[in-house]
């Protein structure tokens, strides 16, 4: 217990010297945020086949047939792009009428843009699945540009610093402390996400061969820094 307190001891006092140190430097305090907008490169869409929007007469399995050809002949690469998600309980969701199980699947389904994310609905409308929702968008590359905005951020907190300490006729020294945040808002997260799509082939006319002229609100990433400068 002796030994304990000591310890304790010792870390309180290294603290508080540090926090003296630092508070009677004189330093100059600056708060940078830097932001824009990306448009998102992947599109998730998820596709319920369900026997009872064909009133039993479409099978789950037939659904799955119409599904794969659907996409196929738009180039999609369902192996790479087409899960099923909740793989161990296929039949988890049924339904009881008479001596017939209904049965229901759900796949997830990888886009890269608006275009075809909007052919895939119109088509799937089509083909008598209309089940579709898209769940999120997403950038690809959010890690690469987290950090670029990082950097300009710390760079503006340096030009601010350098601007606040000018009339002071004081030069900025090296950065005694530095913290960052980050958001990423997006018209399809959250609540907002479940956007069911019905009526697609009378809204496109039951023709899809032409590109459709659509696009998901861009994605914001927003970064903020504080950041402590030495005054010299």
């Known amino acids: 217990m002796k030994n304990l307190l000591i310890v304790f001891c010792l870390a309180v006092s290294s603290l508080s010297f540090a926090q003296k140190n630092f508070i009677d430097q004189p330093y100059v305090e600056t708060n940078a945020k830097v932001d824009t907008l990306v448009v998102p490169d992947k599109i998730f869409i998820s596709i319920l086949l369900n026997e009872a929007d064909s009133k039993n007469k479409t099978s789950v399995e037939e659904q799955e047939k119409t599904l794969e050809s659907t996409l196929k002949k738009l180039k999609i690469n369902t192996e790479k792009d087409l899960s099923l998600l909740d793989l161990s309980s296929n039949f988890k969701n049924y339904f009881l009428k008479g001596q017939n199980v209904v049965k229901s699947k759900m796949y ?47 760079e503006k907190s340096l030009l601010t610093a350098k601007k606040l300490a000018k009339p002071l006729n004081q030069n900025i020294g090296k950065a005694l402390y530095i913290a960052d945040g980050y958001s990423i808002s997006n018209a399809l997260q959250g609540q907002a996400a479940g956007i069911q799509i019905r009526g697609m082939s009378s809204m496109y006319e039951a023709k899809v061969a032409d590109p459709i002229n659509t696009e998901f609100q861009k994605v914001k990433f927003e970064v903020s820094v504080n950041v402590k400068y030495a005054l010299e």
């Open 108 to 154: 997830s389904l990888l886009v890269n843009d608006a275009v075809t994310a909007g052919k895939v609905l119109a088509e799937l409308e089509n083909a008598g699945i209309s089940n579709v929702t898209i769940e999120r968008t997403e950038y690809s590359k959010a890690e690469d540009l987290l950090l670029e905005l990082k950097y300009k951020a710390v």
